[in-house]
């Protein structure tokens, strides 16, 4: 049994009706065996095996043989196959295909080990120029790019939540800007293809996840903190626990994913996150609670006096308004969860968290 049945049913439950645009249908997807790529194919399999949808997809991969290794009952999965290359510069695959989403990018990982900046950058705007020439070729009409919240450069600490007209931009003489940078000329190419060719490009400003598939040992808070929790303890907290981020829980995120690709408008950017903002102690502190013995928390950093703390924390009223998309699972419940697929995969470790209320 797949341990992610609920979550993939929840899925199926709050997408009704989107999935019969799929039926027949060849989907091309590249970044899906990255933390998105997993959500988006495990849906994407459920759906088509439940519905009979008879579609479809293609992944691009650089490393086939790691995604077999990480989750092999979708490499198995006759309705997927992979087509190795490099985002940047594949040989186009032969055929149609009415779908595409674009979640490649470099490596979370790489990220964490310091990767050279304008590597990253050049992988995400070359990749994006070249699947979007791809795009032309193999007659797409639907294309889904997964951009970033740090389009919008640093939140002013004056705003709570980052509306997506607002004209803020990351700094362009701080080579750190180079993701952020990189996803806003994804989007103008975006715009620029859509404008020249006919092509429907959505677009989703993506901010911050919890889940199964989320790495544990990178820089990601969340996932430390669940890690921590599993090895019994402490929860360790690397800076002052004073900044506000937000989190939703994967499923959601895979909902929002497949109404933006089929329901959003073209060349409209889509906030998608949780607006229920949490400080990075308080996070630790809601983590530790669902571990069923205490988890003393430890935090590194004194706060620094009147400093403001940093915020990421999206408006979401435009998926709402327009998608009639909404967080469904809380933040507890996304832990819990997590949590508990972690635990299944160390069995020495799985009676280490409480049962939900």
Same mark, same amino acid.
């Given at each position: ?122 992988? $995400?705007? +070359? ?9 032309? #070729?193999?007659? %797409? *009409?639907? @294309? ?127 906030? $998608?996150? +949780? ?9 630790? #502190?809601?983590? %530790? *609670?669902? @571990? ?32 009639n998309l909404k967080q469904t699972i809380g933040l507890k419940d996304a832990i819990y969860r997590t949590v508990l697929w972690n635990a299944h995969t160390l069995p ?10």
């Amino acid at each position: 049994m797949n341990p992610l049945t609920d979550d993939l049913n929840h899925i199926i439950k709050h997408t009704q009706g989107l999935w019969e645009d799929l039926r027949g249908k060849r989907l091309f997807i590249t970044g899906g065996t990255g933390f998105f790529g997993c959500w988006l194919l495990e849906s994407f399999a459920w759906a088509n095996k439940n519905l009979n949808l008879n579609a479809s997809a293609v992944v691009l991969t650089r490393n086939p043989n790691a995604f077999v290794k990480k989750v092999p009952h979708l490499a198995s999965n006759p309705a997927i196959q992979f087509h190795v290359g490099d985002i940047r510069d594949f040989d186009f695959p032969p055929g149609e295909f009415s779908y595409i989403i674009h979640a490649a990018a470099t490596s979370a990982r790489a990220t964490f080990n310091s990767e050279d900046p304008l590597t990253k950058f050049d992988t $995400v705007v +070359a990749g994006t120029r070249h699947i979007l020439d791809f795009a032309v #070729k193999c007659g %797409a *009409k639907n @294309f889904l790019l997964t951009s970033s919240g740090a389009v919008y450069g640093k939140q002013p600490a004056n705003m709570t939540h980052t509306l997506e007209d607002y004209c803020g931009a990351p700094d362009p003489t701080n080579p750190g800007s180079a993701w952020g940078e990189s996803k806003r000329a994804a989007e103008f190419l975006c715009s620029y293809y859509s404008s020249k060719y006919g092509l429907k490009t959505k677009i989703a400003r993506c901010f911050v996840f919890v889940g199964p598939y989320l790495p544990l040992d990178i820089h990601y808070a969340i996932g430390n903190f669940i890690r921590d929790g599993l090895e019994g303890g402490p929860i360790k907290v690397n800076g002052d626990g004073t900044p506000y981020r937000s989190y939703l829980y994967a499923a959601d995120l895979a909902i929002w994913l497949w109404t933006i690709l089929l329901k959003g408008k073209s060349c409209r950017a889509y906030n $998608v996150g +949780a607006d229920d903002a949490i400080t990075i102690s308080d996070l630790a #502190k809601v983590v %530790a *609670k669902v @571990f069923k013995k205490p988890m003393e928390i430890k935090i590194a950093k004194q706060p620094l006096s009147q400093q403001p703390p940093s915020r990421y924390v999206p408006a979401v009223g435009r998926v709402l308004a327009e998608l009639n998309l909404k967080q469904t699972i809380g933040l507890k419940d996304a832990i819990y969860r997590t949590v508990l697929w972690n635990a299944h995969t160390l069995p020495t470790k799985g009676d280490l968290c409480k049962e939900m209320n």
